[in-house]
């Protein structure tokens, strides 16, 4: 069974940082895209948020336009351990974080939450001002 376990979410103030880790069992695939959506609070009926996602077999990655320069993905092989290192941080930040993984790579396609197969059950991060 595929388990994504993510941790490091909390409380901090605007500017400040975080790091997120989702921690993923043995997966299917050999080539997947592992990353991160958010879910603001209020918004439950709304489309998760893709934040930044990572590819297993080439390592290109994809950034919301809303976290470029501020947040950087990465990865642990050995640990099969993804990342996500949130700097300057803003109050529009807070959210609910899921990790998630589809099979394969889609360009057009990456940050769309209908594309991936497995979640995590999130971890929270709230931004205070």
């Known amino acids: 069974e595929v388990q994504l376990v993510e941790s490091g979410g909390g409380l901090v103030q605007a500017g400040g940082s975080l790091r997120l880790s989702c921690a993923a069992s043995?997966?299917?695939?050999?080539?997947?895209?592992i990353g991160w959506f958010r879910q603001a609070p209020g918004n439950p009926g709304k489309e998760r948020a893709g934040?930044?996602?990572?590819?297993?077999?080439?390592?290109?990655?994809y950034y919301a336009d809303s976290v470029k320069g501020r947040f950087t993905i990465s990865r642990d092989n050995a640990k099969n351990t993804v990342y996500l290192q949130m700097h300057s941080l803003k109050p529009e930040d807070t959210a609910v974080y899921y990790c998630?993984?589809?099979?394969?790579?889609?360009?057009?396609?990456?940050?769309?939450?209908?594309?991936?197969?497995?979640w995590g059950q999130g971890t929270q991060v709230t931004v205070s001002s």
């Open positions: 043995e997966l299917p695939f050999e080539d997947y895209t």
């Open positions: 934040v930044s996602f990572m590819s297993s077999s080439d390592g290109r990655t």
């Open positions: 998630a993984v589809q099979e394969g790579w889609s360009n057009d396609d990456v940050d769309k939450s209908f594309m991936y197969e497995y």
